[in-house]
């Protein structure tokens, strides 16, 4: 009988652990995107997803890495180009405007109430910064979002809430596709990355060949 005690009383703690923490990994209702778009021009027309570290694609990297924050979806221009890919595919239902494009379509069509946001060229990215940033949420939390030292905001690698939705497509029709302004507009919360656990590699992208040269070589 004390045994049963004991064991109610650990489960009970853990749950409100869990809950107080906000894991990503006991949630329904946080989904991860990865963003596939772009045209590669600075890579010379060589996908960012495929490119290889440590015998593993940069998309494969960073998949395995955030496997425990909800369903992750990739967000693609031409779902054609990528039909041979085993993951769930949404696809732009603007065309060409960047970055916005793919996370108005992805809030508007998964059930999920908030979407991790990130790129196919972060491949340092980590769950425990999701989780982390989901911790910082607040009801009245639109989307959140870090910064590094020198005060710039990175609208990749946050968390977007559903609630967005009608100012993401007022911005779309109005023609203004940059995330900053709409970071902006909606008030987001910035946490300083300084006052986090967490480094500045997590943000890092790769965009060129001499970028990913270099980070071959160490």
Do not use: W
């Not at 600075?42 to 960012?48: A, L, P, S, T, Y």
């Not at 949404?90 to 508007?108: F, N, R, V």
């Not at 020198?150 to 940059?178: A, D, H, V, W």
């Not at 656990?197 to 160490?218: C, D, G, H, M, Q």
């Amino acid at each position: 009988m004390k045994y049963k005690k004991t064991v109610k009383v650990i489960l009970t703690l853990t749950v409100f652990i869990l809950y107080e923490r906000k894991d990503t990994s006991m949630i329904s209702n946080l989904a991860t995107l990865i963003l596939m778009g772009g045209q590669n021009k600075r890579m010379n027309g060589q996908h960012k997803a495929f490119l290889k570290l440590h015998e593993k694609s940069f998309l494969d990297q960073i998949i395995t890495s955030l496997k425990s924050c909800g369903p992750i979806y990739l967000s693609v221009n031409d779902k054609s180009l990528y039909s041979h890919l085993p993951y769930p595919l949404i696809e732009d239902c603007y065309k060409e405007i960047g970055p916005i494009g793919g996370i108005y379509s992805t809030l508007l069509k998964v059930p999920s109430d908030y979407v991790f946001v990130t790129a196919c060229d972060m491949p340092f990215m980590e769950a425990e910064f999701v989780n982390y940033l989901y911790s910082q949420l607040e009801p009245d939390t639109s989307c959140i979002v870090v910064s590094d030292s020198s005060g710039r905001f990175y609208p990749l690698g946050g968390i977007y809430s559903k609630t967005m939705l009608p100012l993401i497509k007022e911005q779309i029709e109005n023609e203004n596709y940059r995330l900053g302004a709409l970071l902006k507009r909606a008030g987001a919360k910035i946490v300083p990355l300084n006052e986090t656990p967490f480094s500045e590699k997590l943000l890092r992208n790769i965009n060129t060949p001499k970028e990913y040269e270099a980070l071959l070589e160490k």
